[in-house]
């Protein structure tokens, strides 16, 4: 591995603590069951007071043979421009949510997602982490 992939990979690594130890904090404090839209709203909040850049509700263009189409759909949550963040509010994650945080860090040209399911009793078991 060359110096500038582990400096990415490092820095990949402190942001996605940083987004896991906020999301933990939301958890531990709102507990489950409530809306995704809450969750993502606090969890943005609580990168925000950690320092980290954050925006809602990204929108991700999709381009097709030379058509754009915009507003097909939105990332959870961007943080530095550098990972996303899908939030779900499921019984359990499947596998289609993952294909679907994968199909959108192919379109937005990054490297590292985490997929989020609030629903989870302790969010440690709510957690996936999903590279490109």
């Known amino acids: 591995m060359d110096t500038i992939t ?3 990979s490092l820095v990949h690594e402190e942001i ?6 906020g999301a933990i904090e939301v958890h531990r404090t709102l507990g489950p069951g409530l809306l995704e839209s809450v969750y993502r709203a606090c969890l943005a909040r609580e990168l925000e007071l950690r320092g980290m850049e954050v925006r809602q509700e990204t929108p991700v263009p999709i381009t097709f043979k030379g058509m754009e189409l915009e507003g097909s759909f939105r990332a959870d949550l961007l943080v530095e421009n550098a990972v996303i963040v899908e939030l779900k509010v499921v019984e359990r994650l499947l596998s289609i949510h993952e294909a679907q945080l994968l199909t959108h860090l192919k379109l937005l040209d990054l490297r590292v997602g985490l997929l989020l399911n609030f629903n989870a009793t302790q969010l ?7 590279v490109n």
């Open 6 to 8: 582990r400096s990415k």
């Open 124 to 130: 440690r078991h709510g957690i996936k982490r999903l």
């Open 16 to 21: 996605t603590d940083t987004i896991l130890a």
